[in-house]
């Protein structure tokens, strides 16, 4: 399992407003189609800022590890 990366401020931010999102989605179903609400395009949001802060970090490391040689 890949580690999770430290999230800037502004990752956090963005983050909470997709996870609010996908809470008021869930809210305004209306449960009769059995509760299954469209929020895969939320999800890939959050992954994708993920990912880029995973890929920001690991950047910072390599930069940092060739600076230490």
Do not use: S
């Amino acid at each position: 399992m890949a580690r999770e990366p430290k999230l800037t401020t502004g990752e956090k931010a963005k983050v909470a407003w997709y996870v609010a999102r996908m809470a008021k989605r869930g809210l305004a179903d209306d449960r009769l189609t059995g509760g299954r609400v469209h929020q895969r395009d939320l999800e890939r949001k959050v992954e994708r800022v993920i990912e880029q802060a995973r890929t920001r970090e690991e950047q910072r490391d390599a930069k940092n590890n060739r600076r230490r040689k």
